[in-house]
């Protein structure tokens, strides 16, 4: 024998939906299904090519070409980059050549000239900032190297 208890109420009936209601509710989720698909890369998935070929005439091929014009666009950007790095470098290279010899040669003046004491000093920090310009450049530069190398990899 079962007690009700005060609690348990007669359940009502749930509406019957009518067939255009439930044609609605199929459509959303259609919707939700269509907007959830998504790709990465440079070009579609063959099936949305095929897509594309449906809706215009070789447009697959028109998506394909736009493609390759980025990417070589791209790589044109980053060899123009590059390059003008290497100019760079070179240029800041030859002005501290220049700089180096021009302080080389105002200390050798100087000791030719009997200021020994100020040519050697002169001479000196010449040769030493030269020193340290190169040292702090390899060990930036092997730094990068392997913060690069990390990166690459996956480490953190």
Known sequence: MS?????DKPRQPHPQLSSP????????????ISIASSFSGPLPPPNILIGYN???PDGAERVIALA???AAHRMALERA???????????????GLTVALAGLGASFLMVNSGHDTAGIVMGSLDLGSLVAVFVYGTVSR???????RKILSGES
């Open 3 to 7: 007690k009700k208890r005060p609690r």
């Open 21 to 32: 209601a439930i044609e609605n509710v199929r459509q959303l989720v259609r919707h939700e």
């Open 54 to 56: 449906e809706a215009v």
């Open 68 to 70: 390759e014009r980025q």
């Open 81 to 95: 980059v590059v390059d003008a790095d290497i100019k760079r470098s070179n240029r800041g290279l030859a002005a």
């Open 142 to 148: 092997r730094s990068e190297r392997q913060d690069r």
